[in-house]
Antibody, heavy 125, light 109 residues
Framework: EVQLLESGGGLVQPGGSLRLSCAAS????????MSWVRQAPGKGLEWVST????????YYADSVKGRFTISRDNSKNTLYLQMNSLRAEDTAVYYC??????????????????WGQGTLVTVSS | AIQLTQSPSSLSASVGDRVTITCRAS??????LAWYQQKPGKAPKFLIY???SLESGVPSRFSGSGSGTDFTLTISSLQPEDFATYYC???????????FGQGTKLEIK
């Protein structure tokens, strides 16, 4: 059974940093691109970042570019999101999500077939 | 960047109704579109990929169609568990950005 379990959320002051983790199990983690998606309270889904299966290619939404860094450790089956210079508008539930198809280029993505339960990040003084 | 516009933003319907939700892309994306269902407090559930391919385990009353800029999600006969918010997402843009539509909230009439 595929499982994605996020952790690391919490309350942080504006300008602060936080690192989210997503522990994956039930599939060959190193074969799949992975993504982070967020949802502000009462709002829609926003794609944040994607990393290819090997970790050699990363992509970001304009809203987080230069502040967030996605990475992965395939030996630990874990996805990360390092968030720096946090702003109030980064307040959201952050989900990690798995790409549908294995061993494809990120540009050929097809969909996110499994999602974690989400971790809440609150940026407030 | 490619924008996705869903219509309507909200919709009231009854059990047994046939419902169609539209997703329009600001430029052509071939068939690189997925649909998700989200219920309050839950993670999104994957429904359809490649605009019209049904994910395994998703009931056959759900279907998708379209290519280029215009796409639809159709529920042929609404069931009580289908009342939720639906999102489209595109996978064909340069620079790469996996944009979501703003969502369509499907409510019970």
């Amino acid at each position: 059974e595929v499982q994605l379990l996020e952790s690391g959320g919490g309350l942080v002051q504006p300008g602060g940093s936080l690192r989210l983790s997503c522990a994956a199990s039930g599939f060959t983690f190193s074969s799949y691109a992975m993504s982070w998606v967020r949802q502000a309270p009462g709002k829609g889904l926003e794609w944040v970042s994607t990393i290819n299966n090997s970790g050699s290619s990363t992509y970001y939404a304009d809203s987080v570019k230069g502040r967030f860094t996605i990475s992965r450790d395939n030996s630990k089956n874990t996805l990360y999101l390092q968030m720096n210079s946090l702003r109030a508008e980064d307040t959201a539930v952050y989900y990690c999500a798995k790409e549908l198809i294995s061993l494809i280029e990120v540009a050929d993505g097809r969909g996110f077939d499994y999602w974690g339960q989400g971790t809440l990040v609150t940026v407030s003084s | 960047a490619i924008q996705l516009t869903q219509s309507p933003s909200s919709l009231s319907a009854s059990v047994g109704d046939r419902v169609t939700i539209t997703c329009r892309a600001s430029q052509g994306i071939s068939s690189a579109l997925a649909w998700y269902q989200q219920k309050p407090g839950k993670a999104p559930k994957f429904l359809i990929y490649d605009a019209s391919s049904l994910e395994s385990g998703v009931p056959s009353r759900f279907s998708g169609s379209g290519s280029g800029t215009d796409f639809t999600l159709t529920i042929s006969s609404l069931q009580p568990e289908d009342f939720a918010t639906y999102y489209c997402q595109q996978f064909n843009s340069y620079p790469l950005m996996y944009t979501f539509g703003q969502g369509t909230k499907l409510e019970i009439k």
